[in-house]
């Protein structure tokens, strides 16, 4: 079957576009969702000597060629029985390591972008070698990379009842189903050996990845239970989904398409990103990075809407919420809060693979849907992560390759040395072998340049030959040469990306053209003819790009981030990613004094052939060539006006370094940890501080505290006064959210404020001590226009101020179709989200991390808690004092009481046994404006209660509260429906919205039908009985976009 699929892919015509044997297009019979853009292969792409990136290129080739293959393969060598005097290389490499195939991966695409035999003749030994082993061991597909046969046998025995994932951030150790971390290793390992067919062009490479998703198909139809496996799901696997998509690409044999959809990660996950919710905060970045290819993947090859939403969903998360300038995201390999930038600097942020996998994701997210917001970021991360992970002045040195970037203020790079033959490591053997793949794209017709880096793209399936030169983005020029037409008659389209301000210029031999730009992509007709050259001059400005501070901006050329020179670093490598520097981080960013708007003011460019600015007293470079100097991506303005308008939002801060200012009092004293100052105050202790009001008359005030999110010590609990008044009490900290620095809010009364211009804060303790990372005041505007936590809450509230959203069919606003009586249109709702404003998923309280367990019955997330000690949402942010409506999703094999606390205020509730069945209680409860703590306990000291969810809706009101867009570039989204008949159901009509999810409900908020829009628009609606129906329209992130009321009489 195999062989006539390659056969009939041979017959198929050639085209501009990417062919069989390179994964951004695998070939397969039945693809259900075409790609809007294909990446021309990279063996057709050539960099061009002189630039930074055919340097970083031709360095990296001479690793490639340094490393040893024999000491890589030295495990799988041994245990298969194959003499090998060869040594071990260090680290993960030394008795398991899977660094093999990265090395396969590395090999095969640097022999794709520079044509060199000897790396192809590398890989095809190491599939020799592969091959035998697999044959000879004879255990269906599967050999063995580690000395010892632990792992296979460990395997083999899993039935699905050996896995305990905890949602602690540490879920890679939790799973004994999965042997570990095992197919976290063999995911990179079977990868190389597809990508050795790929790129390498070695069938038998082929025959070995699919008899190794062979063997993977057996192991899964062990696990019975799909339940069982998606338990297991939840622990690192890296990219199983996708690879077993690939093979039913390679082969079109449906048991690895089954395989797949198995495999993809649903219940605490794509399900969770469907309805709008993250699961990623806390968690393991590079655990949940790899499963979103299967994602795409799933979509392309089934066409399952789901998939396709989720991608669209958590591309949207991550890049709009977590992303640091630099292009990475995460501190300590983790997921921060969202909208926290500032939290996720560390000695340990950004790991390198979680952005390998990004790009891979960002590349097929635009491949498929054309937006180039995808390679916008694309752009961001190439230039200013990937580059800046390798040492540019050693070659040597385990290839001189980053783990972690090193962004708090005054910090440096750390290479990993000999031994640090680890995760970053591997990856690394491929980042800097496919510099090529995403500069050039067609659709068939026409060919995409979306990378201005200096290259020669020929295509032997249509004769086009072309190069493209010049110095970007040190220079703004770029020269395209069509040195030869062939049969290409298409467009030539260039990508503007969103940051350029300006447009770009467009001559054709000599002569200025007019170019159409329509969704960031500049078109130039032809007709081409051998010789014509097109020159293009792109406007390359500074700029800056804020942050949650209102004073604090990174800052860019074009697309590149700046960085000031900070001091020589030490130049150290070393052997531990993960150890804390010994160098304790500056207390601050560089201070400017000069303009946060418009850094041209203040920055002058040295040099034209370099990018080096010089301006407040630092000399300015892009941020990939800070290899050995200190640096920091964020500095902090103190010009006038910016001090001025900072007070409009921060009125005043206490430094936990130690404030000399303030009048303050009271006992405490100061440390470091995780490179952060903190202020620390014991037990029994106060202290007190006299700071500044906002010079905004009678503002809302806010006292601010933050503190660490995951230890049981130092965590409280303390009152906070003002003026004398008590204002608020914290109750216990301890785990608050891990591995984040969680803020509180204690709103001030008006009455304290009024007419004043300081007040005295003082911070009470009680029966344990506290470390606080900072404290401020805070103004209602920075609450409203800048709060992470608040703007985060409101992404999903939607617009409800808008007005025009009504629906005009005639004078009387009815349809005048019969639909088996009459559709009466009503007014919009506003805010409608299932009526249902806010859902707390159970494993997201606090004490976060404790009493969790793993339940696939639940209707949240994979995850209940039980109620032992208490659970508590802390910052839960309501614009409008009312009663609400608190539903509570439970299960208790007995009957028992427990407390609701908020705000401190306490009522007792009873909850009934219910048979191992999920119930719901509903409960009315008081929320103030503001920021709100909600808390539940139980009475009984025996308590068998599990918690899957809460719910908040205003009480005696079928529609959520007003609320604001926030973070949105789509224009406002309008909605009418239309009755078909009562045979054909109601057809919404949509427009300003791309896409987004329509969403049928009763009068109940039960969702009653759901369509993907806009491959779907019509309800079917003859089953369902007459009365008030909604439908709703949000984006694929999740927000409420507008809403229709209509009833069905």
């Known amino acids: 079957m195999k062989k006539s699929f390659l056969l009939l892919a041979l017959l198929l015509p050639f085209s501009l576009s990417l062919s069989a044997d390179e994964c951004d297009d695998l070939w397969q019979p039945v693809r259900v969702v075409e790609k809007k853009w294909k990446s021309c292969r990279l063996s057709d792409v050539r960099l061009n000597d002189g630039s930074y990136f055919k340097q970083m290129q031709d360095m990296h080739h001479s690793y490639l060629l340094s490393l040893d293959p024999e000491r890589l393969l030295n495990n799988v060598m041994r245990a298969g029985g194959i003499s090998t005097t060869a040594e071990n290389y260090g680290g993960w490499q030394h008795n398991n390591g899977n660094g093999f195939g990265n090395y396969m991966s590395g090999c095969s695409m640097m022999y794709a972008a520079t044509g060199d035999e000897t790396l192809r003749d590398r890989v095809a030994w190491m599939i020799d070698i592969i091959e035998r082993c697999q044959r000879e061991e004879n255990l269906g597909g599967w050999f063995h990379f580690s000395r010892t046969k632990g792992f296979y046998n460990s395997l083999m025995a899993a039935r699905g009842d050996g896995c305990t994932p905890v949602n602690n951030g540490e879920d890679f150790y939790t799973n004994s189903d999965m042997a570990g971390m095992v197919f976290y290793q063999l995911h990179r390992i079977y990868y190389g050996i597809r990508d050795a067919y790929l790129y390498a062009h070695i069938d038998k490479a082929l025959d070995v990845f699919l008899k190794c998703m062979e063997w993977a198909c057996t192991w899964t139809a062990g696990i019975a239970s799909d339940a069982s496996l998606q338990m297991a799901l939840e622990t690192e696997h890296g ?49 949940y990075d790899p499963k979103f290819m299967g994602l795409v993947r799933g979509y392309e090859l089934s066409g399952d809407e789901r998939n396709s939403l989720a991608a669209r969903t958590v591309w949207d998360y991550i890049v709009d919420w977590h992303i640091l300038p630099m292009g990475g995201h995460g501190r300590w390999e983790r997921y921060g809060q969202p909208g926290r930038m500032l939290d996720q600097l560390a000695n340990t942020s950004t790991e390198t693979c979680c952005t390998n996998n990004m790009l891979r994701f960002s590349k097929a997210m635009f491949s498929l849907y054309g937006d180039t917001r995808y390679m916008d970021f694309y752009e961001r991360a190439l230039y200013n992560h990937i580059l800046a992970s390798k040492d540019p002045n050693n070659n040597t040195v385990g290839g001189g390759f980053c783990y972690f970037q090193s962004l708090l203020p005054g910090m440096y790079r750390q290479y990993m040395d000999d031994s640090s033959f680890y995760c970053c490591w591997e990856t690394a053997l491929e980042n800097h072998s496919k510099y090529g793949e995403a500069i050039y794209f067609s659709n068939g017709s026409d060919l995409l340049v979306n990378l201005f880096i200096p290259s020669t793209l020929s295509c032997a399936d249509n004769g086009l030959r072309l190069t493209m030169a010049g110095n970007y983005p040190t220079e703004q020029t770029v020269t395209l040469t069509l040195d030869a037409v062939g049969r290409f008659a298409g467009k030539l389209l260039f990508r503007v990306p969103q940051w350029m301000d300006g447009n770009i210029v467009v001559a054709r031999n000599g002569s200025p053209v007019a170019g159409n730009v329509s969704q960031g992509l500049l078109s130039v007709d032809g007709p081409w003819s051998d010789g014509d050259q097109l020159v293009l001059t792109l406007p390359l400005a500074l700029r800056s790009e804020p942050t949650e501070e209102p004073d604090v901006a990174s800052i860019f050329y074009g697309p590149l981030l700046l960085s000031p020179n900070l001091g020589a670093s030490s130049g150290e490598y070393t052997s531990n990613p993960w150890l804390q520097s010994t160098a304790v981080a500056p207390s601050d960013f560089p201070h400017i004094d000069g303009s946060m708007a418009n850094p041209s003011q203040w920055l002058t460019r040295r040099q034209q052939s370099q990018i080096v600015f010089r301006g407040g007293g630092y000399n300015f470079l892009p941020f990939y ?32 370094s130690g404030d000399a200012g303030h009048d303050g009092s009271g006992t405490s004293q100061t440390g470091t940890i995780y490179n952060r100052n903190y202020l620390q105050v014991e037990a029994g202790q106060s202290i007190s501080y006299t700071m500044q009001l906002s010079p905004d008359a009678d503002a809302p005030h806010y006292v601010m505290l933050q503190h660490d999110g995951w230890h049981t010590d130092m965590v409280g609990n303390y009152s906070v006064y003002v003026d004398d008044v008590l204002i608020g009490e914290s109750g216990p900290c301890e785990r608050m959210q891990q591995f984040t620095f969680p803020r509180l809010f204690y709103k001030i009364p008006a009455t304290l404020t009024h007419g004043k211009s300081t007040i005295r804060l003082t911070l009470k303790h009680n029966d344990r001590p506290m470390r606080y990372f900072d404290i401020a005041l805070v103004t209602q505007r920075y609450i409203d226009e800048m709060c992470p936590e608040v703007l985060w809450q409101k992404r999903s509230w939607g617009d409800t101020n808008d007005n025009e959203n009504a629906n005009a069919n005639d004078d009387e606003g009815r349809n005048s179709s019969p639909w088996g009586g009459q559709v009466e249109l009503l007014p919009p709702l506003g805010g409608y989200r299932g009526l249902s404003l806010i859902r707390l998923e159970a494993e997201d309280a606090q004490p976060h991390g404790d009493n969790r367990t793993f339940d696939g019955t639940s209707s949240g997330g994979a995850y209940v808690a039980k109620l032992k000690t208490y659970l508590q949402y802390n910052t839960l942010y309501i614009p409008a004092e009312s009663n609400y409506q608190l539903t509570l999703c439970y299960r208790a094999t007995s009957s028992s009481q427990f407390r609701i606390v908020v705000n401190g205020e306490t009522q007792v509730v009873s909850l009934q046994a219910t048979s191992g069945q999920w119930e719901t209680l509903q409960v009315t409860i008081h929320l103030q404006e503001g920021f709100n703590t909600l808390s539940l306990s139980p009475i009984d000291t025996v308590n068998t209660t599990d918690i899957d969810y809460v719910e908040l809706q205003r009480a005696g009101d079928d529609t959520a509260i007003d609320g604001v867009n926030t973070r949105t570039n789509q224009p406002t989204a309008h909605l009418t429906v239309h009755s ?65 009321k209509f009833s069905r009489r």
């Open 625 to 656: 060539k800070a290899s050995h100097h200190k640096t920091s991506i964020f500095l902090r303005f103190t010009s006038d006006d910016v001090v001025e308008n900072l007070r409009h939002y921060i009125a005043d801060r206490i430094k936990p």
């Open 239 to 287: 990219g199983m989904a996708e690879l077993f998509m690939d093979a039913y690409a390679l082969s079109g044999d449906e048991k690895f398409l089954k395989a797949g959809e198995r495999w993809t990660h649903t219940l605490n996950f794509r399900d969770r990103l469907c309805r709008g919710d993250s699961p990623l905060t806390s968690r393991h970045a590079n655990v």
């Open 980 to 1044: 078909l008949g009562a045979s054909r159901g109601v057809q919404c009509n949509v427009s300003g919205c791309e896409r987004g999810i329509l969403r049928l409900y009763d009068e109940t908020g039960t969702e009653c039908s759901r369509l993907y829009y806009p491959e779907q628009d019509t309800f079917t609606m003859s089953q369902l009985p007459q009365g008030i129906y909604v439908v709703s329209l949000t984006s694929c992130t999740g927000q409420l976009l507008t809403s229709c």
